[in-house]
T-cell receptor, first 118, second 112 residues
Framework: AQKITQTQPGMFVQEKEAVTLDCTYDTSDPSYGLFWYKQPSSGEMIFLIYQGSYDQQNATEGRYSLNFQKARKSANLVISASQLGDSAMYFC???????????????FGQGTELSVKP | NAGVTQTPKFQVLKTGQSMTLQCAQDMNHNSMYWYRQDPGMGLRLIYYSASEGTTDKGEVPNGYNVSRLNKREFSLRLESAAPSQTSVYFCASSPTDENEQFFGPGTRLTVL
């Protein structure tokens, strides 16, 4: 079974508008972490935002926020005021066994390609 | 502070050849990882090293070996390359298993 599912292979958004990228996950571990990474066309992986399973509030980092709905096992990334430079591939990832010294292995979704239109 | 560095950036091999991908980090991180990324897919973990002196298999370890030479360096070896190993390889590191991972720029490997 897929542990991380990103159902939107591609998304378009108008510049300056907000966009939500979907991510659902599957785990029975009560202790886990959720990450979003950006991969521009140049290929590097850029960390955006992190949400721990015990965090009470949704994570925010500048224009990025994570809409964490634990009961629904979803961790959607919201980008506000989209910019042309936001055009990239976005990956959701999960790490299980936080605090259990399991080495921090990340499981990635297949990604969503975001295109920002001027 | 270079972060995570990888060499080489590009490599073309013939089937059956061997090679080692090098990775080094200067952030004093304990954990290091090797991933591969195939077209249209997310990254998949090959091997990881939770701390110096330890290594463990990830999701797709077959055909690879690793060495955690010291705290800074984590190498990935292909003993007998196969076309199915054509991919982009990323090395990453993190301070502990509670932190985000920092990625290197990747190595694009083609096996003919």
């Amino acid at each position: 079974a897929q542990k991380i599912t990103q159902t939107q292979p591609g998304m378009f958004v108008q510049e300056k508008e907000a966009v939500t990228l979907d991510c659902t996950y599957d785990t029975s571990d009560p202790s886990y972490g959720l990450f979003w990474y950006k991969q521009p066309s140049s290929g590097e992986m850029i960390f955006l935002i992190y949400q721990g399973s015990y965090d009470q509030q949704n994570a925010t980092e500048g224009r990025y926020s994570l809409n964490f709905q634990k009961a629904r096992k979803s961790a959607n990334l919201v980008i506000s005021a989209s910019q042309l430079g936001d055009s990239a591939m976005y990956f959701c990832a999960m790490r299980e066994g936080i605090h259990h010294n399991q080495g921090g292995k990340l499981i990635f979704g297949q990604g969503t390609e975001l295109s920002v239109k001027p | 502070n270079a972060g995570v560095t990888q060499t080489p950036k590009f490599q073309v091999l013939k089937t059956g050849q061997s090679m080692t991908l090098q990775c080094a980090q200067d952030m004093n991180h304990n954990s290091m990882y090797w991933y591969r990324q195939d077209p249209g897919m997310g990254l998949r973990l090959i091997y990881y090293s939770a701390s110096e002196g330890t290594t463990d298999k990830g999701e797709v370890p077959n055909g690879y070996n690793v060495s955690r030479l010291n705290k800074r360096e984590f190498s990935l070896r292909l003993e007998s390359a196969a076309p199915s190993q054509t991919s982009v390889y990323f090395c990453a590191s993190s301070p502990t298993d509670e932190n985000e991972q920092f990625f290197g720029p990747g190595t694009r490997l083609t096996v003919l």
